[in-house]
């Protein structure tokens, strides 16, 4: 089965250690999407585990490219800065919502509608927004910035 996204060097910032992360997210995505596949086959209890573990990587892996960018973005100030922040802080709350019914429902899959979300964040965000503030980078930095806090916020 076709995979549910294909990376693509055009999505690509110029920004090494960001190109790395949102290719791991890419793939961190279609593992999700496989495992959703998967779960009607299995049994519900097992598939919603399983669902909620990737789910949870992917949400993890997220929130510290999240960090990283921010760091970046604290020094060139783009312009747009404050919405793109107010991207990532919606995101994340989307996903944990997502967590949280998940868990609830005790529902091992996702909907197809969700998958879409998934794929429409993807795209608006990581590719089209994240690109543009390629052009502000001075020197690229030799890696990811840890994060300043176990808070992301400022
Ligand atoms: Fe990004
Ligand atoms: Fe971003």
Known sequence: MA???????KWQT?????DADHREITAMLNRIVDVNRRAPTQDPATAGREVLVVLDALIE?????IHAEEAFLREVRPPGYDAHRC?????????????RALEEDGAPDLNPETLQAFKRW????VIVEDRDYAEYRDDEPE?????????WAD
């Open 61 to 65: 892996r997220t929130r510290r490219h």
């Open 143 to 151: 890696a990811a910035p840890t994060a300043p806090s176990p808070d």
């Open 3 to 9: 995979a549910f996204l294909t990376w693509l060097t």
């Open 87 to 99: 991207e990532h802080a919606l995101q994340l709350a989307e996903f944990t919502d997502l967590r």
């Open 122 to 125: 993807f795209f608006n965000h």
């Open 14 to 18: 110029g920004v090494t250690w960001v």
